[in-house]
Each structure stands twice: as structure tokens, then as C-alpha cells.
């Protein structure tokens, strides 16, 4: 089982991208689900999360400018993220609680730049 995420890529100040990562292989269901970010020499941080039954949390700075959402049917989560900002700049890493069937384990995506120019 992997987490493929997929977006990202290069944008002004102000625009907007949009991220998704689902995983392959099988699998019986995903629980929570996130993003996280780290850019260069500062340490990953959570960007939001989501929770099987829809509910999302937020990291104080993307209030507002980012939404997280899922497709429980494609076991999906999806990273819209508008009025993006140079601080945004970071490679873009999702997470997830995948139920295997036998046991739930937690897994990391491949991460996916998302670079802001100012």
C-alpha cells in the first residue's frame, strides 16, 4: 500500500493549486486523513486534517485560504488551497490512517513541491 499524491507546481502570489493523494493497493478504509508541509530548514507542520466523518481542522495560518476535503468513495483526499502566499512554499506531504483489514497503519505520501513566487 502507497499514498500517491498528485498537484502542486509553481504559482504567483495570490494564486491558487489544488492537491490530491489517494492510496493504491488494497485496502479496507482510511480514518483520518492530512496534509503536512516543510519547507527548507523548518521542521514538517500540519497543514489540516480531516476526519472520516468530515470534519476538518486547520493550522491558523490557511484559515480561511485552504480546504481540505475527501471522497470516501475514491479514498481521497483533496488540498484546495487559494490566496496562495511566498511562506506557503513548501513540499506538500499527505498522510493517512489506512485500515488494512488486520490492522490500521499510518501512511506518508511521496510529498509534491508547491512553490509561491512573490
Known amino acids: 500500500v502507497q499514498l500517491q499524491a498528485s498537484g502542486g507546481g509553481l504559482v504567483q502570489a495570490g494564486g491558487s493549486l489544488s492537491l490530491s493523494c489517494a492510496p493504491s493497493?488494497?485496502?479496507?478504509?482510511?480514518?483520518?486523513m492530512g496534509w503536512y508541509r516543510q519547507a527548507p530548514g523548518k521542521p514538517r507542520e500540519l497543514v489540516a486534517t480531516?476526519?472520516?466523518?468530515?470534519?476538518?481542522g486547520y493550522e491558523d495560518s490557511v484559515k480561511g485560504r485552504f480546504t481540505i476535503s475527501r471522497d470516501n468513495a475514491k479514498n481521497t483526499v483533496y488540498l484546495q488551497m487559494n490566496s496562495l502566499k511566498p511562506e506557503d512554499t513548501a513540499v506538500y506531504y499527505c498522510?493517512?490512517?489506512?485500515?488494512?483489514?488486520?490492522?490500521?497503519?499510518?501512511?506518508w505520501g511521496q510529498g509534491t513541491q508547491v512553490t509561491v513566487s512573490s
Open positions: 498522510n493517512a490512517d489506512i485500515n488494512l483489514g488486520y490492522r490500521v497503519r499510518n501512511y
Open positions: 480531516i476526519t472520516s466523518g468530515g470534519s476538518a
Open positions: 493497493g488494497s485496502i479496507f478504509s482510511v480514518n483520518n
